[in-house]
């Protein structure tokens, strides 16, 4: 129940209640003391009517409070006791939550005067102005209350008027903590979504938390769900725990100068004992927060899973086996989130019942303390006495009864209702350490996420477990030097070392790649062709040794991976990729150097039929492999780097283009860096370099045309071609049979016509 808000009309109990008790003290003439008694009963039997009613109400509330806090629980029949997964980290409202969420907040609001300051400032104004908005309508509701029960219609339409006074500022107060609440949400999200993107998207820090280190599991799920999670939680408790701290310091300083200090210091034992007894039973929401988010993740990558390789599983045709991965993955997650419900159902029990009952028993019992106990009663009260006392002198017994019942009934509501409001912000904070509990989930998920990847964008990994000690991440010596382009790119004893430092490749590599000096990588699955260009790309890091290369950027060294990529835009940044459209008409560079381009790589058609360079489509569906090498070629020549790095560039591609292609990439003085098995390709490079196929992490560089070289090639076409010539002697056998058979076939055709033919004449 809002604090302000509209009060409820009195039921008919009520104004029976108050109508019988002056009937029958004005037909029968009662006595003064029986007058009061009976007035006095007809007060409380009101003031109980109201409280009973506010108790409805607010239990309503409740409820649906925690139904909506439970509506997302889905309850499967498996009621299983709760097993929780040991690998979470635990997860609790302790010192290390309070830093993790102070870290978070630094990197939300770095300054004091940003913007979500003010945002966080005009909403805890408006919460203050909804709590003294509360303590008027307290007040208001037992003026209304004494003016009914005293028959004053003048005072009572007067404090009517008053009331839907409050309600406009009461309703705009209101709405305005719902949207700043929302708002206080986005701007966090906002500063905390730009963060990660700058962190996540430098230093190929994207790269790192995906093939480096493994301790970020699903980062597309942390990014895009979890900082959603995290920021709407914080908002919503900030309010849902600023606006009851304000109510209890608020209410418990009216109500002490109406119960006193004995009832004053009762409410205090009342909170400290029940927040210690649901404290204690308390479930560790926060880890179970932590790993329902951890599952739904997993069943997020599941169907990531299943949309990035839809081709290759409908060609095995794999449905069944991908449907019972998908449904094994939500089933542990439904497994888990039914046991958290579970949990949920005795410790809602227990919650309600202390909240909702004992909170309210106890609050009547407080504010009954001026009616049976005015000598206990605070300062306000006694003043009250005092007044009417020194009033009573001058006026009447009727009168006088009439204000002392006024008066009780006036402050009996005003208490009630403040005692109301009170287990309101006791309940909602009793709530919200189950809220902080799970914030405590979210803060850790976002935390580590945000840890991990500085630690990444400055170069820093983690072992995984169980890992040899060849090399560690953590004590890497190598030198890695920028020069100038036209110096070319050396490598110096480096050995090439997989990110966890467990598995060498290739081992005291030396190497020096200048201009026009062509070189060809060959070697057999897994030796380490494509990890050598990891390293001079910075993708892996380097253990030892030195290794010298021109500066990051498309127009020194650009590299044209295996597994083409077309980016998310139009056909126009396809060619210019990782370009914008913006830098490419900065350099002056038209759309017809762009259809020049793709003439050089044969694609000048794809313009047409594909309705222009603005043409906007999934391009991954519309080209076919070979295209798709082919456009990866036209971004080479766009960039017309000093040096290109081909892996399996050109696989798809026909071999009269392939020449075509390495004859364009050599007049635009591209230094070609090929990764390949297919000798064909020897003649358009000048080095080669041999890896070792026996797992001796050897390697050797010789010369294109020398006696090694030449040998090489021969052996590699003789071993080729003896591959080929393997079952030739079983080839010729069942040709053989098969020519019998045919043979056979034929002569009993024949002699099936022949006799055929004799029937007939």
Not at 113 to 125: A, E, S
Not at 454 to 480: C, G, Q, T
Request: aromatic content about 10%; charged content about 20%.
């Amino acid at each position: 129940m809002s604090s302000a808000h509209t009060p409820s009309p009195l039921p008919a109990s009520v104004l029976h209640a108050l109508g019988s008790g002056m009937l029958q003290r004005s037909a029968n003439g009662s006595s003064p003391s029986s007058l009061m008694k009976n007035a006095a009963r007809a007060a409380a039997a009101a003031a109980l009517t109201i409280t009973s009613l506010s108790a409805a109400i607010y239990a309503t509330r409740l409820g649906t409070s925690s139904s909506s806090s439970c509506s997302k629980q889905v309850e499967p029949k498996d009621q299983a006791p709760l097993q929780i997964d040991k690998r979470i980290v635990k997860v609790a409202v302790d010192r290390r939550f309070y830093r993790q969420l102070w870290y978070i907040w630094k990197i939300c609001v770095p300054t004091w005067n940003h913007k979500t300051v003010g945002i966080l400032c005009l909403h805890t104004t408006f919460l203050i102005l909804r709590t003294y908005l509360s303590v008027l309508v307290a007040r208001l509701d037992g003026k209304l209350v004494r003016d009914l029960v005293a028959g004053d219609k003048t005072e009572f339409f007067k404090g009517l008027a008053y009331w839907f006074g409050i309600a406009i500022p009461a309703v705009y107060t209101n709405s305005m903590i719902r949207y700043l609440q929302s708002k206080f949400s986005m701007a966090l999200r906002t500063a905390l979504t730009r963060h990660v993107h700058d962190t996540y998207m430098e230093n190929l820090t994207y790269y790192k938390a995906v093939n480096l280190d493994h301790r970020i599991d699903g980062s597309d799920q942390l990014v895009t769900t979890d900082i959603n999670r995290f920021c709407n939680a914080a908002a919503s408790l900030y309010s849902n725990l600023g606006k009851p701290i304000l109510d209890l310091v608020t209410f418990n300083y009216q109500l002490a100068r109406s119960i006193g200090t004995y009832g004053f210091l009762g409410i205090l034992l009342n909170y400290w004992v029940t927040s210690r007894l649901i404290q204690t039973m308390t479930p560790p929401f926060g880890r179970l927060a932590a790993k329902e988010a951890k599952l739904e993740g997993d069943f997020r990558s599941a169907h990531s899973r299943l949309i990035t390789n839809a081709e290759e599983i409908a060609f095995y045709n794999g449905g069944h086996l991908e449907r019972s991965i998908l449904n094994k993955t939500y089933a542990r997650l439904m497994r888990h989130v039914n046991r958290v419900y579970y949990i949920r159902i005795g410790y809602n029990m227990v919650e309600d019942f202390i909240i909702k009952y004992c909170w309210s028993a106890f609050g009547l019992l407080m504010a009954s303390i001026p009616v049976f106990f005015p000598e206990l009663a605070g300062s306000r009260e006694q003043r009250l006495r005092l007044k009417d006392a020194a009033e009573s002198q001058s006026t009447s017994g009727d009168n006088q009864v009439d204000r002392m019942t006024g008066r009780r009934t006036e402050g009996f509501i005003t208490n009630k209702r403040l005692m109301v409001s009170l287990a309101d912000a006791g309940g909602r904070m009793m709530y919200s350490y189950k809220d902080l509990s799970e914030l405590a989930g979210f803060t850790y998920r976002v935390y580590n996420l945000l840890r991990v990847l500085h630690d990444l964008h400055d170069d820093k990994y983690v072992k995984p477990e169980n890992s040899s000690e060849l090399y560690s991440p953590e004590n890497i010596r190598a030198l890695i030097e920028y020069r100038d382009v036209h110096e070319g790119i050396i490598l110096n004893d480096v050995s090439v070392v997989t990110p966890s430092g467990d598995t060498v490749l290739v081992q005291d590599l030396t190497l020096e790649i200048n201009p026009a000096g062509h070189l060809m990588i060959t070697g057999p699955n897994g030796s380490g062709k494509t990890s050598i260009i990891r390293v001079i790309a910075g993708l892996w890091p380097l253990f030892g040794g030195h290794l010298a290369r021109p500066e990051p950027g498309a127009s020194n060294v650009f590299f044209v991976p295996q597994r083409p990529y077309l980016v998310q835009g139009s056909l126009r940044d396809q060619v210019i990729y990782p370009h914008s459209h913006a830098k490419m008409m900065a350099d002056g560079k038209t759309d017809e150097d762009l259809k020049e381009i793709l003439g050089m790589v044969y694609l000048e058609y794809v313009v047409t039929r594909e309705g222009g360079f603005d043409a906007v489509k999934e391009w991954k569906d519309v080209f076919s492999g070979g295209e798709k090498q082919r456009m990866q070629l036209a971004r080479l020549f766009y960039h017309a780097p000093r040096f290109a790095v081909l892996d399996e560039a050109t696989s798809a591609v026909s071999a009269d283009v392939e020449a075509l292609l390495y004859t364009t990439a050599n007049d635009l003085d591209i230094t070609v860096i090929t990764i390949s098995h297919r000798p064909a390709l020897f003649k358009y490079h000048r080095y080669l370099l041999r890896l070792a196929a026996d797992g001796s992490h050897a390697w050797s560089l010789e010369r294109i045309g020398t006696g090694n070289a030449l040998l090489g090639t021969v052996g590699q076409e003789i071993q080729k071609l003896e591959e080929q010539l393997k079952g030739l002697d079983e080839a010729r056998r069942r040709l053989d049979e098969i020519n019998a058979e045919m043979s056979l076939s034929k002569n009993s055709v024949t002699d099936g016509l022949t006799n055929v033919r004799r029937t007939l004449i």
